[in-house]
């Protein structure tokens, strides 16, 4: 049992992710943008590696989707987010202990985060109890702590805190302060005249008045006076600080190895379900996505790019998404159309649904039917590089060459405007052969082009093309829709818009009276 995961269905992958980097394509597809708004506020629990492993096993996928049904019971959610911060406060409470210079003082706080772990591992166990499970993983746990909170260890555990915080709880004491000293004694019935005092004036109260203490602030640290005080108390109830000697003697490593794991581990899902929250709150769908290592046929519906998307909804822009799918023979996306269309966007959309669906969490869109790819290649535009002589066609080559070398028929590769820096014609030469090689590997592609006579390779290449607003070809929709390459000029409709084209241009020389400027 102390390697339950409710990530990983085989350990074998649960090892891989502990070591994994950020992958190559992570930058390119805006990845990195989404996992640190993930793991932003949450850097303790170190989440990075578990949204860089993609999974390859479809059975760990339909795990995780498991636990994430299993979280949409807002009430369960609640009661994980409570175990959550209540772990924390263990961890800050140990964290804290370890600063502390007094024996006796440091271990009281480590009484304190044993019995903050108790609590949070009983409640816990109570709210999986009272859940309606259907997930492996929370069902395995749930059985885990039902055994693990009747067992003779952890009862143990619980009856010393009591025994220990009642100990301390019955030591009294009293302090005569003179002279330059201060003598510690045992309490011996003396009078309490702070309460005498406060009884006598009780009758004259009338309302609650304001206050005019000062405040101070309390230190966690012990000055030295405090400490001394402590130590001569400890002489006068040696019973009770040997007590709590021996608790954390016994109880020093008290948190078990598999509710650690687990508190790591939940973070993924509870991280997720916090960041698409907010974008189910402002109308988007997020779904869990059939995933295949068999069929190539992909749909997408109404989905969208995560990172944009968090941005977008943050400044209460709208977001436009996009449907698109592959069937029978279809292999390749190849987008078109005018600039700052939404083309990249729709590639990055592609590219992060891919990775998404390999992590075993919901995707952006209302449905999804994904292959499990084994690696995803991207081909993005650098920035130009001083120290690099060699030029951009050049590094296209190299970076395109590289990716067909890797490559295999379970891949994804996602490239945006390869081959701008030369000549149409070369262009369509060079990205006829490199589409070519890539259709002849049967794998999953998306090509976005200036070429549109790449959409027309053959049955393997399905055109896409970003569209504008009819009557406005400066006007951009940003909806990505199946359709042939039309090769519109929208630089020229523009131009016409704005009366700049030869002809009209032309016209307006022409006729322009003789001697006077054109206005």
């Known amino acids: 049992m102390s390697s339950l995961s409710v990530l990983f269905a085989n350990p074998a992958e649960q090892a891989a992710a502990a070591v994994q980097d950020e992958p190559a394509y992570f930058t390119d597809l805006n990845l990195d943008q989404v996992a640190s708004a993930l793991t932003m506020g949450r850097e303790d629990y170190e989440l990075q590696p578990f949204f860089h492993s993609r999974l390859t096993n479809v059975d760990t996928i339909a795990y995780r989707h ?5 979280l949409e019971d807002q009430t369960l959610t609640a009661g994980v987010e409570r175990f959550a911060a209540a772990m924390r406060d263990m961890h800050r409470q140990r964290a804290q202990a370890a600063k502390l210079r007094h024996r006796y ?8 985060a044993a019995d903050t772990y108790c609590q949070a591992v009983s409640g816990l166990e109570d709210v999986l109890t009272a859940a309606d499970l259907n997930s492996r993983a929370l069902t395995s746990l749930r059985a885990f702590l039902t055994d693990y909170v009747h067992s003779q260890p952890f009862e143990q555990l619980t009856a010393d805190i009591r025994q220990v915080q009642e100990a301390l709880a019955s030591v009294r004491y009293g302090m005569t302060i003179g002279g330059g000293r201060v003598t510690v004694t045992r309490y011996a019935d003396e009078a309490d005249y702070g309460a005498e005092v406060l009884a006598a004036f009780e009758k004259f109260k009338q309302e609650e008045a304001k206050s005019h203490l000062v405040a ?18 400890a002489l006068l109830f040696p019973d009770v600080f040997q007590a709590l000697d021996g608790f954390c003697t016994r109880h020093r490593d008290h948190l078990d190895e598999t509710v650690a ?34 069929s190539k046929a992909e749909t997408g519906r109404d989905v969208f790019d995560l990172a944009l998307a968090g941005k977008l909804v943050a400044d209460d822009v709208r977001v436009v998404p996009n449907d698109f799918h592959l069937e029978g023979p279809e292999r390749v996306l190849v987008v078109s159309g005018p600039n700052q269309g939404g083309k990249t966007t729709f590639a990055r959309t592609i590219g992060q ?25 991207t081909h993005f535009e650098r920035g130009e590089n001083l120290k690099d002589l060699s030029g951009k066609l050049q590094d296209d080559l190299v970076r395109i060459h590289a990716i067909l070398q890797q490559a295999t028929p379970s891949s994804v590769v996602i490239m945006n405007e390869v081959f701008t820096s030369t000549t149409v014609d070369d262009a369509l030469l060079l990205g006829t052969r490199v589409l070519a090689d890539l259709i002849e590997l049967d794998l999953l592609c998306v090509c976005v082009t200036f070429v549109d006579e790449l959409s027309r390779l053959g049955p393997s290449t399905v055109s896409m093309t970003s569209t504008v607003v009819p009557g406005d070809p400066a006007s951009r929709t940003f909806r990505v829709v199946r359709r042939p390459a039309d090769g519109l000029s929208y630089a020229l409709a523009i131009a016409d818009k704005y009366g700049l084209t030869y002809e009209r241009l032309s016209h307006r020389i022409s006729a322009r009276p003789s001697g006077r400027n054109v206005s």
Not at 105 to 112: D, H, K, N, R, Y
């Open 66 to 70: 498991e636990v994430f049904r299993d």
């Open 105 to 112: 003082q440091q271990e009281s706080w480590l009484v304190g």
């Open 216 to 233: 101070y602030k309390n230190f966690v640290d012990m000055n030295h006076v405090e400490e001394a005080v402590l130590d001569r108390i």
């Open 261 to 294: 794991v687990f508190d790591r581990e939940v973070q993924f899902y509870l991280a997720y379900l916090d960041f698409t929250a907010g974008l189910e709150a402002a109308g988007l769908s997020v779904c869990h996505p059939q995933v295949s290592t068999t």
């Open 353 to 377: 649904l891919h990775h998404l669906a390999a992590l075993g969490c919901p995707v952006p869109g209302s449905e999804a039917h994904l292959f499990l790819c084994d690696e995803i290649f």
